[in-house]
């Protein structure tokens, strides 16, 4: 079956340590996406890329990082730099073709992150 | 920008009541509009989209949505809740003239609770 793939589904993080968070995709879709979700915000963008090797900050890039080297995978990388970063966080993509605005985007079933 | 209001974070019904489920979005133009579900530590589901082919959608699980231009609403609605709806509901608009079709904007998201 099609679908995104996130993983781990749980991910504890140091202080001062980077950590990955791996989202892969079967659907064929251009477009692809991260969010962070806090209780009662909704979901905030943190990245999204259109095409591979191409990719645009969302509302809250800051201390997170991205890379689209295949069209498959987005990875998500969340920096030391990022002082507040235990959230939910949620992978989607996105068919790319006939009016990319009306076609709805498919989530993973997203990482939890959590500070040691 | 566009923005999407979501009235009343929590809702509870009796199983076997209706369910509504407001939405109220700020656009230039009529957008595109979604109802996704998100059961816990899950990705969110699609219900139903608008896409300016029928102002009354259909969705899976028995929801429906009417969307009003006057009224600026895309209301979501069940005529029945059953104990499975139980979950948290988002609201979504994407503008097709900003470019940022790309983009999803979410609400805040309410919380159903379905009470025997």
């Known amino acids: 079956d099609g679908g995104i793939t996130q993983s781990p589904k749980y991910l504890f993080r140091k202080e001062g340590q980077n950590v990955t968070l791996s989202c892969e995709q079967n659907?064929?879709?251009?477009?692809m996406y991260w969010y962070r979700q806090d209780p009662g915000q909704g979901l905030r963008l943190i990245y999204y890329?259109?095409?591979?090797?191409?990719?645009q900050k969302g509302d809250i890039a800051e201390g997170y990082s991205v890379s689209r080297e295949k069209k498959e995978s987005f990875p998500l990388t969340v920096t030391s730099a990022q002082k507040n970063p235990t959230a939910f966080y949620l992978c989607a993509s996105r068919a790319g073709t006939g009016g990319i605005e009306s076609q709805p985007q498919h989530f993973g079933d997203g990482t939890r992150l959590s500070i040691l | 920008a566009q923005s999407v209001t979501q009235l009343g974070s929590h809702v509870s019904v009796s199983e076997g009541a209706l369910v509504l489920l407001r939405c109220n979005y700020s656009s230039s133009v009529p957008p595109y509009l979604f109802w996704y579900v998100q059961y816990p530590n899950q990705g969110l589901q699609l219900l139903l989209k608008?896409?300016?082919?029928?102002?009354l959608v259909k969705g899976i699980n028995g929801f429906e949505a009417e969307f009003k231009k006057s009224e600026t609403s895309f209301h979501l609605t069940k005529p029945s809740a059953h104990m499975s709806d139980a979950a948290e509901y988002f609201c979504a608009v994407s503008d097709p003239l900003t470019g940022g079709g790309n983009k999803l904007t979410f609400g805040t998201g309410t919380q159903l609770k379905v009470e025997l």
């Open positions: 608008y896409t300016s082919a029928a102002t």
């Open positions: 890329s259109q095409i591979v090797n191409d990719f």
């Open positions: 659907l064929n879709h251009d477009a």
